[in-house]
T-cell receptor, first 114, second 109 residues
Framework: DTAVSQTPKYLVTQMGNDKSIKCEQN?????MYWYKQDSKKFLKIMFS???????INETVPNRFSPKSPDKAHLNLHINSLELGDSAVYFC?????????????FGPGTRLTVT | EDQVTQSPEALRLQEGESSSLNCSYT??????LFWYRQDPGKGPEFLFT???AGEEKEKERLKATLTKKESFLHITAPKPEDSATYLC??????????FGSGTKLNVKP
């Protein structure tokens, strides 16, 4: 039974297009995250939601817009895709946002912009 | 600047050859230090959380320790199935997570 799932796993698209990535967790967690992993394997946090409320909003282009319809789902919409957006995007969840709660990650979505 | 640095970048061991991975951090307001394992093409898998200096956690052949400025992941008598990238993450002020770039471990039979 998959705890954190993402769709699609692979996404190949052209510059200028708009695309979405979906994430769902069945762990009953309150907090969800989006991370970007670049070619050097650094994981950088982009956004975090707690109970549908945005609590972390890092410096990312406003072409990226997260949406949390309920606490089990967090989607990422990207407008006007650019070559530099190519990366692996991971969704994660944790029980709470606070002290020392570990995160559980999805399998990732590899986005390739051509 | 909040930062997490892992060393070495890559480590090749023979099966049974014990070693340690290092994670040093300059993050204000430490709330937890986490170790994850990441296999190729997969998301990071949680291993340990450490909260304060002097704390240790063990799981099978892995043991994580924490001091005020760094953490070590000790691997005792590793097996080929321990081959993976090991990531360190620190949770600091405002509940933000900072990840290191990982140590890629290759254990040869």
């Amino acid at each position: 039974d998959t705890a954190v799932s993402q769709t699609p796993k692979y996404l190949v698209t052209q510059m200028g297009n708009d695309k979405s990535i979906k994430c769902e967790q069945n762990l009953g967690h309150d907090t969800m995250y989006w991370y970007k992993q670049d070619s050097k394997k650094f994981l950088k946090i982009m956004f975090s939601y707690n109970n549908k409320e945005l609590i972390i909003n890092e410096t990312v282009p406003n072409r990226f817009s997260p949406k949390s319809p309920d606490k089990a789902h967090l989607n990422l919409h990207i407008n006007s895709l650019e070559l530099g957006d190519s990366a692996v995007y991971f969704c994660a969840s944790s029980q709470k946002p606070g002290w020392g709660y570990e995160q559980y990650f999805g399998p990732g979505t590899r986005l390739t912009v051509t | 600047e909040d930062q997490v640095t892992q060393s070495p970048e890559a480590l090749r061991l023979q099966e049974g050859e014990s070693s340690s991975l290092n994670c040093s951090y300059t993050v204000s307001g430490l709330r937890g230090l986490f170790w994850y394992r990441q296999d190729p093409g997969k998301g990071p898998e949680f291993l340990f959380t450490l909260y304060s200096a002097g704390e240790e956690k063990e799981k099978e052949r892995l043991k994580a320790t924490l001091t005020k400025k760094e953490s070590f992941l000790h691997i005792t008598a590793p097996k080929p199935e321990d081959s993976a990238t090991y990531l360190c993450a620190v949770q600091g002020d405002f509940n933000k997570f900072y990840f290191g770039s990982g140590t890629k471990l290759n254990v040869k039979p």
